[in-house]
Each structure stands twice: as C-alpha cells, then as structure tokens.
C-alpha cells in the first residue's frame, strides 16, 4: 500500500484530520514524499532494531526480538507494521504484543502498541499517525478489541487527538476480559504494569467487545503490587453492582472471592448471601447468578 503525503498541505491540520487528510492527498500531490505502510518482513529487521536503539537504548538481543517478532507475528499475534520511503529507507515503525491476561493466552482482547517510532527526518508530517492507523487494522483484523500503550509525557494531546482515551499521568488500567467461547467460564483478568519512563497510559476501543469490569488504578512499582491494587479495585467495583457481579462467570467469581486481596466489601456481600442457608462461596456466587 502506498501513500503520498504533502507536508505543505498537512499544515495547520490536526492530527486526527491527517489519516484522513491522507486519502485526499494521494490524489494531489505531485512532488510530496511517498511512504509504504505495511507489515514489517525480515528484510526490515535490521534497520528496525538500529532505529529502536537510538531512540530507547536496549540490550544486546534487540535484533534478535525484532526478527522475533516479526517472524513469530502471525502465529502469536504480533503486528509488526512499518513505513519506507521511496528509496526504501525506514521511516518509523510500531510493535503490537498480545496483553497476556492471567491464562497466558495469546488470543485475549487486548493487545499493547509498544515503541511507536518515526525517523527524525521524517517526523511531523503525519508518518506516526498513518504507522498508527494500520497497527490499529492489523489488530483489529486478529481480532482484538482494545489497545492499550504507555508513553512518555507530552504526548498525550497526541493520541487523544487520534481518539485514544488518555488516562492521568501515574494511572494504570485494569480489567476483567469478557470470557472466549474457548475458555467461557472464566473471565481473564489483566493490567498494566507502571513503568517510569512510560508513566502515562491511553487505550482505543477497535471492536465489539467491552471488559466486564474496567478501573483506572494509581500506579504501583512491582508485578505483584499492580495485581493486589487490581483485584481489590475491581472487586470493590463489584461490590456496587448486582447487574455487574451477574456478568460475571461463576468460576471467575470465585477465584476473586479467594484472592487474598478482594475487597472486604465484595467478600462480606458473597458471605452475606450464604449466611441464612449455609452455602459454599461456590454455591452463594452461583445463587446470586441465577436470580
Ligand atoms: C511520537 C512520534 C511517533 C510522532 O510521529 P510523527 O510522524 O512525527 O507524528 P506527527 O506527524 O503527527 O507529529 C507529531 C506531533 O507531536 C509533536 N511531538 C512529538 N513528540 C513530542 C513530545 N515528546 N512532546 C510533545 N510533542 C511532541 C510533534 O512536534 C508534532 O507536532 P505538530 O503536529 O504540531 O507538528 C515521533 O515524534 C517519535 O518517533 N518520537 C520518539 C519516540 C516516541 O516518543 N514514541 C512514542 C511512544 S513512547
């Protein structure tokens, strides 16, 4: 797929206008400067792993990953997307990981942008956004239903000017991922990890499905400490909502009423039901679903 951006005709549009701005332009332009937004091949690794190093640093294995991921992609779910310029130099590129939920399945609704980069010489004409945007169908077309990524401050207006949902700096978001006809009894659960140099989060819906249970969560440093904040918010939530709880699948329920950090309250209502009739937890969580 190519395309022919203008850089004089992009000024002044916003960000959001330039994908869009971009179908117009392919038209027009006669001596705007054309870059390819495609799927990465392994022939891009290379230049891929240099320009990740020079704006993150990394280890040794960097190329490695690269040629990783983009020889795994279709098997776990990586996107790897790049732009090229007209000599078929890279431009920019974006890595899409599936968000592992707490099964470790690669098939989950959630999947994180990671490492969204564009060359200096080519920033600032709308290559990002259009890098973006076909991250975004790459995804989509694997079936995934959210995006999430972090990112350095300043770039907030960016994204949110793309329609991500931008959260506080040092908010996290966690959520139960509506059950898979694969595995429709539980209810996975996932989260963000806090990550200093990345301390702000943003999301994008891009299909049909909706996490059951969504919280924003003030940042923890440690895996651990993320899954603790994670479970007592999203229980807590619970808590409030009988029509919540009853989305719920049973089995999911009853792996948060025995997670040692489930919200008091949400405990203390599960109980509450057993009291008169001496149910398990088990049979309590399942009385309340049939009623
Ligand atoms: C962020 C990035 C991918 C944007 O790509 P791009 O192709 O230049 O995107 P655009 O053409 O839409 O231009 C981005 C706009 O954001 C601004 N911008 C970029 N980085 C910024 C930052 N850190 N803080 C504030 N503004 C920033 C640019 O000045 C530009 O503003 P303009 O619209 O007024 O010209 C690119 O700047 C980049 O590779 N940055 C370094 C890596 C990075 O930070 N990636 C983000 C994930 S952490």
Known sequence: MNFTISPQQLENVDV?????ALAQTLAIATNGWSYAIRPATPHDATAIAKLSFREFGGGPNILKNVEE???IGEIEAYTVVVA???NQT????????PKVASF????GQVAEIQQVV????????GVGPLILAKAIDENRALGFSRLVLQFRPGLANWYAGMGWTVLPINQVSAWLE?????????????WMDYSPNYPQMAYLDIGCHRPIVHVHIDAVMGHKQTIASAVFALTDVLADSVDLLKSVPLDTLVNLYHDAHASPRFKQWLESLNAEDNLSPREAAA???NA
């Open 16 to 20: 959001m206008g330039r994908a869009k």
């Open 69 to 71: 991921a983009i020889r």
């Open 84 to 86: 090229s310029d007209q």
């Open 90 to 97: 890279l431009a920019g590129f974006a890595f899409g990981i």
């Open 104 to 107: 470790g399945r690669f098939d």
């Open 118 to 125: 564009v060359a200096k010489r080519h920033r600032g004409i």
């Open 178 to 190: 509506p059950p898979l006809p694969s595995r429709e009894t539980v209810a996975p659960l996932a």
């Open 287 to 289: 009385s309340l679903l």
